[in-house]
């Protein structure tokens, strides 16, 4: 009998030996899985970030596009203003017209390539004394 008593105890403990194993497999697992798990939402949130980084790049890019474009036609719109307020000003004869070519506050528009073709529909032709840009001098 004593030789059974010492196989039980040599089973149970084998048994317990064999359960400790398991257990420690098993944590072992769990470990390795909780790491993969981290290692898969740290890798969806950086996508997500890259993501959103992206969404916010094309976002003010679109912004600065619709700017750009509301700009072009606002200075469009503020060129035909100033084109037809001049052509009105032709039209009418206005004498502020004959001031063009020497007036300070000419000096911006006398710089653009359109103003010798608007030139020579108010005075007919190119006239040969002109104010240096910038150097007139008003007298009021």
Known sequence: MVSSKESS?????????NLEEQ???EEAADVARRAERQAEATLA?????????????????????E????????AAHLAAL????????RR?????LFL???DIRGDGLRQDPRFKQFRRKVFGTQPKLQAP????????
Do not use: C, H, K, Q
């Open 9 to 17: 105890v040599l089973f149970s403990l084998r048994e317990l030996m």
């Open 45 to 65: 949130a950086e996508r997500r970030a890259r993501e959103e980084e992206i969404a916010r790049r094309r976002a003010d890019e679109a912004r600065a596009r």
């Open 23 to 25: 257990r420690r497999a």
């Open 100 to 102: 063009l070519n020497v």
């Open 67 to 74: 700017e750009a474009r509301e700009s072009r036609e606002e």
């Open 92 to 96: 009418e004869n206005s004498a502020t």
């Open 133 to 140: 840009v910038g150097l007139a001098l008003a007298t009021y």
């Open 82 to 89: 100033r084109e037809a307020e001049l052509e009105r000003a």
